[in-house]
């Protein structure tokens, strides 16, 4: 089990930055890949970024690539979503998510856990 816990979101401009935090429980963390998704209204979740166990090997979506930026500190247990240059598309709820092995994933279905996901609302 990983438990996770999500925070950072809010509403913003388009433009703005955030910073989303996700803060795992557990013995496992560290030994897990992590990913953060995203769901607007009436879409299916959709993977925006993932990051191997040790943090040396990011994914990214096309959508966010050169704007998000994911990263994870072991020694806190924490994934971190930081996202600049906002656009009111970006506007979703955002969720963590862990996969058991240290190899990362754009897969949805690759993921075992999940957080219960942060509102990110950005207007234009």
């Known amino acids: 089990q990983v438990p996770l816990v999500e925070s950072g979101g809010g509403l913003v401009q388009a433009g703005d930055s955030l910073r989303l935090s996700c803060a795992a429980s557990?013995?496992?963390?560290?030994?897990?890949?992590m990913g953060w998704f995203r769901q607007a209204p009436g879409n299916e979740r959709e993977f925006v970024a993932g990051?191997?166990?040790?943090?040396?090997?990011?994914y990214y979506s096309d959508s966010v690539k050169g704007r998000f930026t994911i990263s994870r500190d072991n020694a806190k247990n924490t994934v971190y979503l930081q996202m600049n240059s906002l656009r009111p598309e970006d506007t979703a709820v955002y969720f963590c998510?862990?996969?058991?092995?240290?190899?990362?994933?754009?897969?949805?279905?690759?993921?075992?856990?999940w957080g219960q996901g942060t509102q990110v609302t950005v207007s234009s």
């Open positions: 998510a862990a996969r058991y092995g240290p190899n990362g994933s754009i897969q949805l279905n690759d993921y075992a856990f």
């Open positions: 557990g013995r496992a963390f560290g030994r897990s890949a």
């Open positions: 990051v191997d166990w040790s943090g040396m090997t990011t």
